[in-house]
Nanobody
Framework: QVQLVESGGGSVQAGGSLRLSCAGS????????MGWFRQAPGREREGVAR????????AVGDSVKGRFTISRDSAKEILYLQMDHLKPEDTAMYYC?????????????????????WGQGTQVTVSS
């Protein structure tokens, strides 16, 4: 079965950096979408960044554009999220997610409801 395991979260001061990793296993599809989402207490889950493996195209949310970068090591099946210039408002639980069927469509939309598989999450806390 598909498994996604996140790592790399932690506590950092504003202006600092973290790199999240998501190790994927249990699938053989070559074209699929993987993304990073986050959810802060009392708030809805929001999309941070996503990548469609068919084209290696990426999309990044407006709130993190210019600060966060999504990338993938296809040989190791690891998805990364490089987070620079972190702000206190970036504090949240960060989740990795994947969708295989209709991947191009759901990747384009970026709505978390379109993603079928989720990791357990990794906490990111940014202090001012």
């Amino acid at each position: 079965q598909v498994q996604l395991v996140e790592s790399g979260g932690g506590s950092v001061q504003a202006g600092g950096s973290l790199r999240l990793s998501c190790a994927g296993s249990g699938y053989t599809a070559s074209n699929y979408c993987m993304g990073w989402f986050r959810q802060a207490p009392g708030r809805e889950r929001e999309g941070v960044a996503r990548l469609y493996t068919g084209t290696n195209g990426t999309a990044v949310g407006d709130s993190v554009k210019g600060r966060f970068t999504i990338s993938r090591d296809s040989a190791k099946e690891i998805l990364y999220l490089q987070m620079d210039h972190l702000k206190p408002e970036d504090t949240a639980m960060y989740y990795c997610a994947a969708v295989f069927r209709g991947a191009a469509f759901f990747c384009g939309r970026g709505d978390p409801s379109g993603f079928d598989y989720w990791g357990q999450g990794t906490q990111v806390t940014v202090s001012s």
